[in-house]
């Protein structure tokens, strides 16, 4: 172990020290160079969601999957090996519903749903009651009509949409 323990040391900070010896003497002969990669904050064009129309069309898309899927749509608390997709894979199986308002942009988000009170045991493949399953969550921009007020006459009411963040169940895991 102690073996292991000073391999790792060496593999990783003494290359580092080397690198870090020569911008030194780069420094020393007075070179000067601009670093090549881009900061972590900057724009990425490849960026899936760069604006918001693309990240509510991606959404869409997901309800339509959802809307549109041959997959089983079974509500048992139990674990599928055989299906690609995670949640049914999970400790904590969950299944998607849709969420519904008509006055969010969008108005449809696939939002998770425990489908075990407990976890799955790996190896009895059964539902075990000593740990929990609980949903877990994130918050999603949307847009939220402002006008709509109870009793307020429609034709009165401009459509104006704020961004707001709306909290949604993503998925499902295991608690003790």
Same mark, same amino acid.
């Given at each position: 172990q102690?073996?292991?323990?000073?391999?790792?040391?060496?593999? @990783?900070? @003494?290359?580092e020290?080397?690198? &870090?010896?020569? $911008?030194?003497?780069?420094?020393?002969?007075?070179? $000067?160079?601009?670093? !090549?990669?881009?900061?972590? %904050?900057?724009?990425?064009p490849?960026?899936?969601?760069?604006?918001?129309?693309?990240?509510?069309?991606?959404i869409?898309? =997901?309800?339509? &999957? %959802?809307?549109?899927?041959?997959?089983?749509?079974? /509500?048992?608390? &139990?674990? /599928? %090996?055989r299906?690609?997709?995670?949640n049914r894979?999970?400790?904590? #199986?969950?299944?998607?519903?849709?969420?519904?308002? $008509?006055?969010?942009?969008?108005?449809?988000?696939? +939002?998770?749903?425990?489908?075990? !009170?407990?976890c799955?045991?790996?190896? !009895? =493949?059964? +539902?075990?009651? !000593?740990? @929990?399953?609980?949903?877990?969550?994130?918050?999603? #921009?949307?847009?939220r009509?402002?006008?709509? @007020?109870?009793g +307020?006459?429609?034709?009165?009411? *401009?459509?104006?949409? *704020?961004?707001? =963040? +709306?909290?949604?169940?993503?998925?499902?895991?295991?608690?003790?």
């Amino acid at each position: 172990q102690l073996l292991l323990c000073i391999f790792t040391f060496a593999m @990783v900070l @003494v290359p580092e020290a080397k690198d &870090q010896s020569k $911008a030194a003497k780069g420094r020393r002969r007075g070179l $000067a160079r601009l670093p !090549t990669a881009t900061p972590a %904050l900057a724009w990425a064009p490849d960026d899936p969601y760069t604006t918001m129309a693309d990240y509510e069309r991606s959404i869409q898309d =997901m309800v339509r &999957q %959802l809307r549109n899927s041959s997959e089983p749509s079974d /509500n048992k608390c &139990q674990v /599928n %090996l055989r299906l690609w997709r995670s949640n049914r894979r999970s400790m904590s #199986p969950w299944a998607y519903s849709i969420n519904h308002d $008509a006055t969010r942009i969008p108005a449809d988000i696939p +939002e998770a749903r425990c489908l075990c !009170t407990g976890c799955i045991n790996p190896f !009895t =493949m059964q +539902e075990d009651r !000593t740990m @929990v399953s609980i949903p877990i969550y994130s918050r999603l #921009p949307v847009r939220r009509l402002l006008c709509q @007020v109870p009793g +307020e006459v429609k034709k009165k009411c *401009q459509k104006k949409y *704020q961004m707001v =963040m +709306e909290t949604i169940a993503v998925g499902c895991t295991c608690i003790f």
